[in-house]
């Protein structure tokens, strides 16, 4: 386990923001992430080790983000999506303001807003499907 905060942690010192996917010991590129809820105090928030450790129990994904601020590198367990929508409905249930898309390198704002609607004004490739669009399908034509 020291072997593996030892590596997060280089890569933090190299990296403005990493993806890490535990089981595959490899950095990610694409897809979309959203963070799980924080429950944590506030003395263990962003804190590598409680990352990890809640990382290995859910979905094996930690993201390091640096704080432009104070050069701060903060981490959190992560879920891996491949399409936008459910990285926002997933961030939405988990209480989180941002989800990011590796593919586009564009940390997207989350808000009760539509998420199909909210993707197509921000040039993001997704079908909303109407009923007016349905109502001009017709089947065998």
Same mark, same amino acid.
């Given at each position: 386990?020291?072997?593996?905060?030892?590596?997060?942690?280089?890569?933090?010192?190299? =990296?403005?923001?990493?993806?890490?996917?535990?089981?595959?010991?490899?950095?990610?590129?694409?897809?979309?992430? $959203?963070?799980?809820?924080?429950?944590?105090?506030?003395? $263990?928030?962003?804190?590598?080790?409680?990352?990890?450790?809640?990382?290995?129990? =859910?979905?094996?994904?930690?993201?390091?983000?640096?704080?432009?601020?104070?050069?701060? !590198? =903060?981490?959190?367990?992560?879920?891996?999506?491949?399409?936008?929508?459910? $990285?926002?409905?997933?961030?939405? =249930?988990?209480?989180?303001?941002?989800?990011?898309?590796?593919?586009?390198?564009?940390? !997207?704002? !989350?808000?009760?807003?539509?998420?199909?609607?909210?993707?197509? $004004?921000?040039?993001?490739?997704?079908?909303?499907?109407?009923?007016?669009?349905?109502?001009?399908?017709?089947?065998?034509?």
């Amino acid at each position: 386990m020291k072997e593996l905060l030892d590596r997060l942690y280089l890569l933090s010192k190299r =990296h403005e923001r990493f993806i890490f996917d535990l089981r595959g010991n490899c950095l990610v590129y694409t897809g979309v992430v $959203a963070a799980y809820k924080n429950d944590l105090p506030s003395a $263990a928030q962003g804190d590598l080790a409680c990352a990890v450790a809640h990382a290995w129990e =859910h979905d094996s994904i930690v993201v390091a983000c640096r704080d432009g601020n104070g050069g701060a !590198v =903060h981490f959190a367990s992560c879920r891996l999506f491949t399409d936008q929508a459910s $990285a926002e409905r997933f961030a939405q =249930h988990n209480e989180q303001p941002t989800v990011y898309n590796l593919n586009r390198d564009l940390e !997207v704002q !989350v808000d009760s807003s539509s998420a199909c609607v909210r993707a197509l $004004a921000t040039g993001l490739d997704t079908l909303v499907w109407t009923k007016q669009a349905e109502s001009r399908v017709r089947p065998g034509s």
